[in-house]
DNA sequence: ATTTTCGCACCTAGGTGCGAATCT
DNA sequence: AGATTCGCACCTAGGTGCGAAAAT
């Protein structure tokens, strides 16, 4: 059967959409698996004074963008409750104390690749590994600034480099965290020597079976090498 | 005394400079004695399958750019005679040895920070640190390909990201070098030795006066420490 | 005979939590 | 008492030339 148009009802239907008009920008969290093993203990991150990096690594998938066009990727902290947290030992949880510090807007995490093209950005997951936490409310190396004792979310930003500079604003439930100076929570502390490279002095090996072990046949003419080491230590123990 | 001008001289004479028009670039080279040592003795920079990093590494300062246009900036490998070298270990000299590979087009380094308005690129030195040579023809690494035996001396390129592209080339003939998979020359050795941090375990440390080491009162009680550790030597070694 | 490769010990550079000391 | 700081040992990650072995 065919079919018949008024004039009016093709006049009146929305223009096609141009390319790169319209787009659905989607991020997916990277490592989400592990982000929701430290979230169902109650994350934390360390902060210091010099900066400390977050782990898990913020990280992402960015899918939707146009290919030609350029974006800034950026990622903030958005404190989400206005409170202060104590850790109570004797429950095993977080507990509120009263009203926190009064939060100024967050600084910024600029992603070293802005501004890039979208092709870009969607090639490969997008990492924010160089990002570090302080508490020092007077940080000048460009650090994001966190109370300690707070809670936060991070945010991650794409930012059109047009005219219009269209923000496009993504955050993650599992990212959430509490800064600290000192982890509160061991389990916390477990997983973190348990999953970051870094932390691996601090696992537990599995205790190897030593029987075996014996002193080697040229251990004697080995010692000389080793005498000056611990002369050494006991020269730096005395001072 | 007064002069006059004619109507005719004054409509050819040049109109006036726009800003940011006929500006003059200029780039000057970082560690230019440090060069110069090099350059004296014949400079040579190893090159590898997997990529090496130039020592001393290409680090330039950059003037006269319009502060908010955008430059690509990169460097690329000039081989600058077409011919190989052998080094003679007789006459402690590089001697030619017939016409040398056909050179294909450089492969270009493109700083990371490519593209930045000329504020970033003059606010600090621009470096090439991360840059590597391979003598691979087929890598897929992205480092600057060159063969063996043959001379170099890198580019640095300045792109203006306007219509035009205008490009704007400097180099350096403190920054020839011969690139050899191993050093022919032992001054050159010594020289990259002294000279480059990482290469810190090759120098001659000046011997300690050693007569006041002792063996510590505790040593008896650190030896099971030590055991395993030479036990383990051992093991390894027979197997 | 010359040139290249590869594993290695030894570095630089910097990211971990620990635990004693200190601050508030 | 709770929160923070700081030096430390122990890691990761990767840039050095060496020297024996291999390739050409």
Not at 205 to 228: G, K, T
Request: net charge positive.
């Amino acid at each position: 059967m065919n079919r018949s148009f008024s004039i009016d009802s093709i006049l009146a239907r929305k223009p096609k959409r141009k390319i790169g008009e319209d787009r659905l920008i989607r991020v997916f969290l990277q490592s989400a698996n592990l982000w929701r093993r430290f979230h169902s203990l109650g994350t934390e991150m360390i902060v210091t004074k010099s900066g400390r990096r977050m782990f898990p690594t913020l990280s992402v998938i960015i899918a939707g963008l146009d290919p030609v066009k350029n974006y800034v990727v950026m990622v903030d902290l958005e404190c989400i409750e206005l409170k202060r947290f104590r850790y109570s030992f004797h429950q095993s949880k977080w507990i509120s104390t009263g009203p926190g510090e009064s939060e100024l807007p967050s600084r910024m995490f600029v992603h070293s690749d802005s501004p890039a093209r979208g092709a870009h950005w969607m090639r490969s997951p997008v990492s924010f590994d160089k990002m570090k936490l302080t508490n020092n409310q007077l940080d000048n190396n460009g650090h994001i600034i966190v109370n300690s004792m707070h809670k936060y979310r991070p945010r991650v930003h794409v930012i059109e480099q047009d005219e219009a500079k269209t923000r496009h604003t993504f955050s993650f439930e599992e990212t959430d965290f509490i800064a600290v100076t000192a982890y509160q929570n061991h389990r916390i502390t477990s997983l973190k020597i348990e999953s970051n490279p870094f932390a691996k002095g601090f696992r537990e090996c599995e205790v190897q079976d030593m029987a075996h072990l014996q002193v080697p046949a040229n251990f004697q003419s080995v010692l000389p090498f080793i005498f000056p080491y611990f002369a050494n230590l006991t020269a730096n123990a005395e001072q």
